[in-house]
């Protein structure tokens, strides 16, 4: 085996038997120029130092170029230009990021026109009337399911017959086919506020609703109850904008018994002796009327969430407890005019 420093160009023996040399880095590696030594070699004068062009005052320039000088601030009145960043690669193109998830809202809806449902009718819910209402129930406008039945309130998620029941109104859960005997069973009376059906109350225009009003006074005065109940916080505000020709500011509102000034069908009406009406002299009958008193009820609709089902049952009970005590108080009037007619005889 050679030593570390022998050069295999001259070290190297051809074998006596012919046999082919082994591969080496003959013509191709001078090993002896990649010794370490700690010091040059004598024969090699040392090389001088190289230092960057850049700390140099003069910076080496190629052979057969000319020498630009280079401004000192002494010399130079010009600023010195900025040093060009280099500029970076684009960025290759990447995926749009995912759409982030919208909250679910509903849409609004907006308005329609009669000519939507006329297919319907435009009045497809009858008025459930009669002499001697004790409460005239009053409705924003038939829904497409009651427009359909022709009876009140048909809608299944529609909480108005139930809250009648839970609340006394009415003595059990009567059904919307029963919608036309509720003023001869209970003196119940049923209308509306705006005759056309729609799918909800945000399909309605503000001047249909407003010129309802007129038409509801009327009904007061024609069969007088003695309540009027208005099922609903848009539509007092409908009564409240034509009456006051202004719109019902915040805290002007309260569901309940609305004070005497608000009395519905004030004046003599239509009253005439021995048309189907009020009977004159029996419980609030006569030529002269002070008008009905107000009740302002939450919407029974099931989209009206507004309120809890327990503050709805509560408005509601204030009502029916006046109720079952005015029927008590009806009874007890009629057996004494009973007992006296009997008198008489």
């Known amino acids: 085996m050679s030593s570390p420093l022998s050069d295999p160009l001259t070290d190297f023996v051809e074998p006596p038997d012919g046999t082919p040399p082994p591969p080496t880095f003959a013509g191709r590696l001078a090993l002896r120029d990649f010794v370490f030594t700690d010091r040059p070699a004598a024969s090699e004068p040392p090389g001088p130092t190289r230092r960057s062009t850049r700390l140099s005052a003069t910076p080496a320039r190629r052979p057969g170029t000319v020498p630009v000088p280079v401004p000192t601030p002494s010399t130079s009145s010009a600023p010195a230009s900025p040093v060009p960043r280099p500029t970076k690669r684009p960025l290759p193109p990447s995926l749009p990021p995912s759409p982030a998830k919208r909250a679910r809202t509903s849409t609004p809806t907006s308005y329609t026109p009669p000519t939507t449902y006329a297919h319907l009718g435009a009045s497809p819910l009858p008025d459930a009337v009669g002499p001697n209402l004790l409460v005239l129930f009053v409705g924003l406008n038939p829904g497409l399911q009651t427009a359909r039945s022709r009876h009140a309130y048909a809608h299944p998620t529609n909480h108005f017959w139930r809250l009648l029941a839970s609340s006394g109104l009415t003595p059990r859960l009567c ?26 109350g945000a399909e309605l225009s503000k001047g249909e609703m407003d010129a309802g009003v007129a038409v509801l006074e009327a009904k007061a005065r024609r069969w007088r109850p003695e309540v009027v109940c208005i099922v609903g916080k848009s539509i007092w505000e409908s009564v409240w904008r034509v009456r006051r020709g202004k719109g019902m500011k915040k805290g002007e509102f309260a569901y309940g ?26 419980g609030n009958g006569g030529r002269e009327w002070k008008g009905a008193r107000v009740f302002v009820a939450t919407s029974t609709s099931g989209l009206a969430a507004t309120l809890k089902p327990a503050e709805k049952e509560a408005i509601w009970k204030e009502l029916g407890d006046w109720a079952v005590k005015r029927r008590e108080e009806r009874k007890a009037e009629a057996e004494a005019k009973a007992e006296t007619a009997g008198t008489a005889d």
């Open 175 to 200: 059904a919307p086919t029963e919608d036309q005997q509720m003023p001869r069973l209970y003196g119940l009376g049923l209308t509306n506020i705006v005759a056309r059906p729609s799918r909800n």
């Open 257 to 282: 018994w609305q004070g005497e000034g608000e009395n519905m069908g004030v004046g003599e009406g239509d009253w005439e002796e021995g048309r189907e009406g009020v009977v004159e002299g029996e």
